[in-house]
């Protein structure tokens, strides 16, 4: 049993992952902008603004789990909402680091969240993997500091894996939600060109990913949190039409529509690469969920 402490608890992931840790006999404590102790996690207040947290939420913990940052689809990308997406990210990985040091806490591991934006919003067939270098666009310069924030944890000789997830797969909210309100309605049509791939994960395989890091010591810096599996925006689009048992559409949404709807934020529904999860592979990860159309069975 180990105790762990988990930033951004009560989003999509941080809820799935907590249910997973209790269930597996972990004693389980989030970060919160509110303090409600009496939660089914209990939950200690940080305040990224003022650069404060709790003490009392750090003691005794074996491991973090930083899932915090604000949600990049949320709204276009205005300056001031760049600087939100960011400072959730960086400046909460500094806070961490910084309180981790002053109370000397014997971390085990710090395990922390990024995201397959570290490559850059394109559409490439190149296969890209954790040793490439990060893209020069908005979100692989998020991703880069968002890591460098991390790298803190290393510097005090703290286990360190960063997690570049792709799109998590769940009916519970995120993309998937999304997409699936028009097939049900009927439209099911790929967006773009939809020759854009969307490297995707089980929410089930995410979560089992994050404890399997956890629990082996092996696991050390980034890795690719995607399905094995290549898809593209016009296959992904026909696949989802198919469980639902709606009828697929052939006409694409046209870019200059999602352009004017999200601004620059749409390069990350219009561009998408292939990313390799073959090095989490090789260290014994095993996917529950590596094909879409089991997922689509077992979600829908």
Same mark, same amino acid.
């Given at each position: 049993?180990?105790?762990?402490?988990?930033?951004?608890?009560?989003?999509?992931?941080?809820?799935?992952? *907590?249910?997973?840790?209790? =269930?597996?006999?972990?004693?389980?404590?989030?970060?919160?902008?509110?303090?409600?102790?009496?939660?089914?996690?209990?939950?200690?207040?940080?305040?990224?603004?003022?650069?404060?947290?709790?003490?009392?939420?750090?003691?005794? %913990?074996?491991?973090?789990?930083?899932?915090?940052?604000?949600? /990049? *689809?949320?709204?276009?990308?205005? @300056? &001031?909402? $760049? $600087?939100? /997406?960011?400072?959730?990210?960086?400046?909460?990985?500094?806070?961490?680091?910084?309180?981790? $040091?002053?109370?000397?806490?014997?971390?085990?591991?710090?395990?922390?969240? *990024?995201?397959?934006?570290?490559?850059?919003?394109?559409?490439?067939?190149?296969?890209?993997?954790?040793?490439? *270098?990060?893209?020069?666009?908005?979100?692989?310069?998020?991703?880069?500091?968002?890591? &460098?924030?991390?790298?803190?944890?290393? &510097?005090?000789?703290?286990?360190?894996?960063?997690?570049?997830?792709?799109?998590?797969?769940?009916?519970?909210?995120?993309?998937?939600?999304?997409?699936?309100?028009?097939?049900?309605?009927?439209?099911?049509?790929?967006?773009?060109?939809?020759?854009?791939?969307?490297?995707?994960?089980?929410?089930?395989?995410?979560?089992?990913?994050?404890?399997?890091?956890?629990?082996? &010591?092996?696991?050390?810096?980034?890795? @690719?949190?995607?399905?094995? =599996?290549?898809?593209? @925006?016009?296959?992904?689009?026909?696949?989802?039409?198919?469980?639902?048992?709606?009828?697929?559409?052939?006409? @694409?949404?046209?870019?200059? /529509?999602?352009?004017?709807?999200?601004?620059?934020?749409?390069? /990350? %529904?219009?561009?998408?690469?292939?990313?390799?999860?073959?090095?989490?592979?090789?260290?014994?990860?095993?996917?529950?969920?590596?094909?879409?159309?089991?997922?689509?069975?077992?979600?829908?």
């Amino acid at each position: 049993m180990s105790n762990v402490l988990i930033t951004g608890g009560s989003g999509l992931v941080g809820t799935a992952l *907590s249910t997973l840790l209790a =269930e597996q006999g972990h004693l389980v404590k989030h970060l919160s902008r509110t303090r409600n102790l009496s939660a089914a996690f209990p939950a200690y207040e940080w305040n990224l603004n003022e650069g404060t947290a709790d003490d009392e939420a750090f003691h005794g %913990i074996d491991y973090i789990f930083h899932l915090a940052g604000a949600n /990049i *689809s949320d709204g276009k990308w205005t @300056n &001031d909402r $760049k $600087k939100i /997406i960011t400072d959730s990210r960086v400046k909460s990985g500094e806070l961490l680091a910084k309180k981790v $040091k002053e109370l000397n806490t014997p971390l085990k591991a710090f395990i922390a969240a *990024s995201a397959t934006g570290y490559y850059g919003s394109l559409t490439s067939e190149k296969i890209f993997n954790e040793t490439d *270098s990060a893209a020069d666009d908005f979100l692989g310069t998020v991703c880069k500091k968002w890591e &460098d924030s991390s790298q803190k944890f290393q &510097d005090m000789s703290i286990r360190t894996v960063l997690m570049r997830t792709g799109v998590v797969l769940t009916l519970n909210g995120g993309a998937l939600k999304k997409l699936y309100t028009p097939v049900k309605l009927g439209i099911a049509t790929p967006i773009g060109s939809g020759k854009q791939y969307m490297p995707w994960i089980h929410i089930k395989d995410l979560c089992k990913l994050y404890l399997e890091v956890m629990n082996k &010591d092996t696991f050390s810096g980034p890795y @690719n949190a995607v399905s094995p =599996e290549h898809i593209d @925006n016009n296959t992904f689009i026909k696949k989802l039409a198919k469980s639902a048992k709606r009828p697929f559409w052939p006409l @694409n949404v046209p870019s200059f /529509i999602i352009h004017l709807l999200f601004g620059e934020m749409s390069t /990350i %529904i219009l561009n998408g690469s292939r990313i390799s999860s073959l090095i989490a592979v090789k260290q014994g990860f095993e996917f529950e969920y590596a094909d879409l159309e089991k997922t689509f069975d077992d979600l829908i």
